[in-house]
């Protein structure tokens, strides 16, 4: 059975980073690609970034470029997100999801109908 738990969230004033954690367990950790994506109060599920099953590249959303940095482990079987100078707009529950080998490129990695499995998520919010 798969599972993917994210740890890392909390509260923090604006400027602050986090770095939140994905644990998998249950698959081939390399062969999937894996994307983080939030939901805030209110809103619709939104994509984040996403990191390719080799680690090599990433592919991050517009309104994070520049703050938020995905890497992986592939030994520890973990994904992180590190976010930077946060901001209360990034206030959200951020989840992991895994996709099988997809092809990476912005429209497949963002479209979250893409992956197949997901954690249940880890409340980061940003008080002004």
């Known amino acids: 059975q798969v599972h993917l738990v994210e740890s890392g969230g909390g509260l923090v004033q604006a400027g602050a980073s986090l770095r939140l954690s994905c644990a998998a367990s249950?698959?081939?950790?390399?062969?999937?690609?894996m994307g983080w994506f939030r939901q805030a109060p209110g809103k619709e599920r939104s994509f984040v970034g996403a990191?390719?099953?080799?680690?090599?590249?990433?592919i991050y959303a517009d309104s994070v470029k520049g703050r938020f940095t995905i890497s992986r482990d592939n030994a520890k079987n973990t994904v992180y997100l590190q976010m930077n100078n946060l901001r209360p707009e990034d206030t959200a529950v951020y989840s992991c999801?895994?996709?099988?080998?997809?092809?990476?490129?912005?429209?497949?990695?963002?479209?979250?109908?893409?992956?197949?499995?997901w954690g249940q998520g880890t409340q980061v919010t940003v008080s002004s």
């Open positions: 999801a895994a996709d099988y080998r997809g092809r990476f490129y912005q429209a497949r990695v963002s479209n979250a109908a893409e992956y197949v499995y």
């Open positions: 249950g698959l081939t950790f390399d062969d999937y690609t």
């Open positions: 990191i390719s099953w080799v680690g090599i590249s990433t």
